[in-house]
């Protein structure tokens, strides 16, 4: 194609104008994303680099995708690796491959002993492509949980959800939302949930009945507003499902993986779940790949062979680049670097709120910050940073994310503080 770029010294894929290239999304792409208008050629550490020169700090991360930084090189280098090597392409999962066995046995490890009341006796893991995939995955594993150990009608199963949470945009995923855009038209949804508004742990005791399985939750929303829930609700949602014998879901897929300050969101209050649903940077964002963790016995009692599969789901590229992607995490400590430059730039950004008429509140931990303005109009302000060389956008309408690679540096730190100040503070 005369289009495409051969040179390794020139920005991007191709030479197309950046014109020609909205003009062909245009035309030939559905429009089910409101882009900012900027061609992103090339993506390192955290920059965002565009065919005329302009570089862009990334405070979005693909909404936690490039935990370790885009093109990490040394998760590139595994998939080079393993392309060259030719141990990438796609086999039958008839057939074993040892990059599947050795990342299953890495997360299994890495994630804490789940549903521990049912023996520790280790984690077994389901692995699939896109992170929606896993949370479908979790919910059917709640849904035959609760019919195997409970005796509950299959059919009748019920699974407490919460106003505002974000799963994912599949069919199933909408239907376990409450934000309407997301399902208007797509009827009729898929039955068996049943809404309480997050962080208000009496309304989950109410939700309770005879046909309650489970619960699927957050441990911090992303799309829904960036909120941390109130001090002990994750204690208390643990308490609700032992008393009343209910799998406690954790959906982990922004939060996860050092994104907070810990390797696991659900760390921060000492709560374990059973069954933790991770994606995004388990390939530190460069392949497709998310899974369900739970406990052996429950994934033992709920798939057996030709109960679930998936052609793409844990194959040996993406279990490559989720070894590697899983050694950064671990190697590089980015959950203590997380921790750390949260902290120093939570600091900074409460200072900015203090002088500003323009911010309600801000609330995060580790490097999943948000900034919440006093007209819910988030988005005028990010069009704002984009011109000083800042990617962010808007949590809920009236929220900035901030939410960066986590290699962030102290300069970098500075450079989003400073251009904060300048929208922020008149």
């Known amino acids: 194609m005369a289009d495409v770029k051969t040179l390794n010294n020139t920005p991007g894929f191709s030479t197309l104008s950046d014109k020609e290239i909205f003009d062909f999304e245009h035309k030939h792409g559905a429009h089910h994303y ?14 965002l680099h565009t065919q005329d020169g302009n570089k862009y700090l990334d405070c979005l991360a693909a909404y936690s995708a ?16 393993a392309l060259q090597g030719q141990y990438a392409s796609v086999i039958s999962n008839v057939v074993y491959t040892d990059s599947l066995a050795l990342f299953l046995k890495k997360l299994s490890t890495l994630v804490p002993q789940m549903a521990p009341n049912l023996g520790a006796n280790g984690n077994k893991v389901l692995p699939k492509n896109g992170g929606v995939e896993s949370v479908e995955t979790a919910i059917k594993t709640v849904r035959a949980w609760g019919h195997i150990n409970k005796g509950i009608v299959d059919g009748k199963q019920e699974i407490i959800v919460f106003n505002n949470n974000f799963h994912g945009r599949t069919l199933l995923a909408c239907s376990v939302s409450s934000i309407e855009k997301y399902k208007r038209g797509f009827g009729p949804m898929v039955p068996g949930f049943v809404f309480v508004d997050y962080g208000d742990i009496e309304a989950v005791k109410a939700a309770v009945n005879k046909n309650s399985c489970g619960i699927l939750v957050e441990p911090m929303q992303g799309e829904g507003g960036m909120y941390q829930p109130p001090e002990g609700f ?7 499902a032992d008393e009343n014998d209910l799998m ?5 897929i922004q939060v996860g993986l050092a994104r907070t300050g810990k390797m ?36 033992d009692a709920v798939y057996q062979p030709g109960r679930d599969g998936s052609t793409f789901g844990g194959y040996p590229l993406a279990c490559v680049a989720g070894n590697a992607a ?35 509140e801000v609330r995060g931990r580790g490097l999943f910050i948000g900034i919440e303005v006093t007209k819910g109009d988030a988005m005028s302000f990010c069009s704002e940073l984009l011109k000083l060389g800042l990617l962010a956008n808007d949590s ?12 962030l540096s102290e300069e970098n730190v500075d450079y989003i503080a400073e251009r904060l100040e300048k929208v922020l503070v008149d």
């Not at 090189?73 to 595994?78: G, M």
């Not at 994750?234 to 609700?240: D, F, I, K």
Request: hydrophobic content about 45%; aromatic content about 4%.
């Open 34 to 47: 409101g882009r900012l208008a900027v061609v992103v050629r090339r993506a390192e550490g955290v920059w």
């Open 264 to 299: 696991f969101c659900f760390e921060h209050e000492n709560v374990i779940p059973d069954g933790v649903v991770l994606g995004k940077a388990l390939s530190g964002g460069l392949v497709p790949l998310s899974c369900f963790v739970t406990n052996n016995k429950i994934m």
């Open 234 to 240: 994750l204690q208390g949602l643990r308490e609700v």
């Open 248 to 252: 406690l879901i954790f959906d982990e």
């Open 326 to 360: 899983l050694d950064v995490l671990i190697d590089e400590d980015l959950a203590s670097r997380s921790a750390q430059m949260g902290a120093i730039l939570h600091k900074k950004i409460d200072d900015i709120a203090a002088r500003s008429k323009h911010v309600k």
């Open 396 to 407: 809920h309408g009236h929220t900035i994310r901030i939410s960066p690679p986590l290699i």
């Open 66 to 81: 490039a935990n370790q930084g885009h093109c990490h090189p040394a998760i590139v280098r595994a998939l080079v690796n």
